[in-house]
């Protein structure tokens, strides 16, 4: 079954600093792994998706590798800022027709100005 | 149009009401999903429908009834709840099910007195 780890569960930096984010997950038969955001009370915002084919991907200050034979995945953000704050979540995609994502518990980010 | 949306955005019902929770996305996608998010925790996968057809369900309790009218349309038939199952309620999409990014919309928040 798969398992997919984010620690540490919180995260507060002074705006500016550059900040890496960890997912590690147990099973590497995955397709994809897809990065995403949630702001309280509010849905899921994909920020990058990563194939398994893929090392990495980049959008804007937003950077996300794919490490599949250990299992990692990396969400770099460059130059924090405080509208960063939110909560991050790390989903594996399976191989094959399973649709089901297996989610981490998340990441909450707090950046202080 | 990259965008799902779900209506209400929040919803109060007592344990003897019935009310439904409705989608809608206009991306072309055949893949369709109900997710339950209880505070501070990942998203779990209700229901998944593919070609309007149900294709997953994750023994979730009868109270709960999904409906796939076509396929742009996914809703969510709430009867008898309890306040146990209070969470906000999620929705995505993907082009098919199977390993596809997933969309998300921004969720209706249910609170069951």
């Known amino acids: 079954k798969q398992e997919v780890t984010q620690i540490p569960a919180a995260l507060s930096v002074p705006e500016g600093e550059n900040l890496v984010l960890n997912c590690s997950f147990t099973?590497?038969?995955?397709?994809?792994l897809q990065w995403f955001r949630q702001d309280p009370g509010k849905g899921l915002t994909s920020l990058l998706l990563i194939q398994s084919s893929q090392r990495e991907q980049t959008s804007g200050r937003l950077n996300a590798s794919l490490d599949k034979s250990s299992g990692r995945s990396t969400l770099y953000i460059a130059a924090s800022q405080p509208g960063d704050s939110a909560t991050y979540l790390c989903?594996?995609?399976?191989?094959?027709?399973?649709?089901?994502?297996?989610f981490g518990k998340g990441i909450t980010l707090s950046v202080r100005p | 149009d990259t965008e799902v949306t779900q209506t209400p955005k929040h919803l109060v019902m007592g344990m003897t009401n019935k009310k439904s929770l409705k989608c809608e996305q206009h991306m072309g996608h055949r893949a369709m999903y109900w997710y339950k998010q209880k505070a501070k925790k990942p998203p779990e996968l209700m229901f998944v429908?593919?070609?309007?057809?149900?294709?997953i369900n994750e023994s979730v309790p009868s109270r709960f009834s999904p409906e796939c009218p076509n396929s742009s349309l996914l809703n969510l038939h709430l009867h008898a709840l309890q306040p146990e199952d209070s969470a906000l309620y999620l929705c995505?999409?993907?082009?098919?099910?199977?390993?596809?990014?997933?969309?998300f919309g921004p969720g209706t928040r249910l609170t069951v007195t």
């Open positions: 099973d590497s038969a995955i397709y994809n």
């Open positions: 429908y593919s070609y309007e057809k149900l294709s």
């Open positions: 989903a594996v995609i399976p191989t094959g027709a399973n649709s089901k994502l297996t």
């Open positions: 995505a999409s993907s082009h098919h099910s199977g390993s596809y990014e997933q969309y």
